[in-house]
């Protein structure tokens, strides 16, 4: 298993990521081997939102207690893995808030759905528009001066909104997780086909070169949702909407030994920003296969041709 600095930190975490936001009506038994494949392959973070399992009768906060009532991790165990779960995000009136109370009582909630007495890393899920800086700031101060909460980041974030935040929270922000894909890769694209007239991928949708500029901040980019269709309609693997990539998957795959899954993993990781992959799968097999893929050494040549293979323009 490949480690990457979170952040810009020196702390060394896995550059795949379990996330437990399908695991609301998994069995305690389900959960346990879930979690038993991930120890078992390196992978040792496991990514949360308080937001995960609201449509479940248990309604927030609820795939936090499937997973702390499945584990009933001890001190020692608790210890070995981090805990990254996120706030923001309310469903009444669907809407975000980045209060210092909302974002305050959120963590007490999770710290006490997850049975633990301190979240290794804190996102705020999506951007506020009506953010307040110094609200997040206060917040932020007095969960780590409690030592609720260790680290802190942001989700879907664009550079102008990082530094927005940072104009008063003084915490370093460590990651930005964002969505990315082959199929859904256009933070990767657009730099290629920058100023060229009648492509899709020259424009700029993240407010100007999230991925350079988590580069240059050294923020990690945590990318979700790593097999999706563009359109969230399921994912790539065996779609008829990308014959092309299937089959450049499918290569790679026999020539390295491996499953299509790694190799859509090991394009990511294969990236020189040390990126986190997030797993939201519940297959065992299926993190298994990815994680084969952490450090699988992809050539330039065969990195770019799945960009192309997947409908990007590579001038």
Known sequence: MKTVPLGSTESPVPNIIAGMM?????????????????REAGVDFFDHADLYGFKHPGGYHHCERVFAEALSLSSADREQITLQTKTGIV????????????????????????????????????PDALVEPEEVARAF?????????????????????????????????????????????????????????GQEDA???????????????????QA????????????????????????????????????PTAIATAWITRHPARMQVVLGTTNPQRLADAVAGSDLPLTRGEWYGLLQAAGHHVP
């Open 224 to 259: 979700w949702s790593p097999f999706q269709k563009g359109n969230g309609s399921g994912v790539f693997f065996g779609s008829t909407d990308h014959p092309a990539l299937n089959a450049e998957l499918d290569r790679l795959a026999a020539q390295y030994g491996v499953t």
């Open 141 to 197: 101060d007095e969960l780590e001066s409690a030592g609720k909460v260790r680290s802190f980041g942001v989700s879907n974030h664009t550079p102008r909104q990082i530094d927005l935040l940072t104009s008063a929270v003084r915490q370093p922000l460590l990651v930005n997780q964002v969505q990315l894909s082959l199929t859904h890769s256009t933070i990767v694209a657009q730099g290629l086909t920058s100023n060229m007239a």
């Open 91 to 126: 469903d009444d009136q669907w809407h975000y808030d980045s209060s210092y109370e909302h974002i305050v009582t959120s963590v007490e909630e999770s710290l006490r759905a997850l049975r633990t007495e301190y979240i290794d890393v804190l996102l705020l899920h999506r």
């Open 22 to 38: 399908r695991i609301a009506d998994m069995s305690p038994e389900h959960v346990r081997a879930l979690y038993g494949a991930a």
């Open 203 to 221: 424009l700029t949708r993240d407010g100007g070169g999230i991925l350079d500029y988590c580069r240059v901040q050294g923020i990690t980019i």
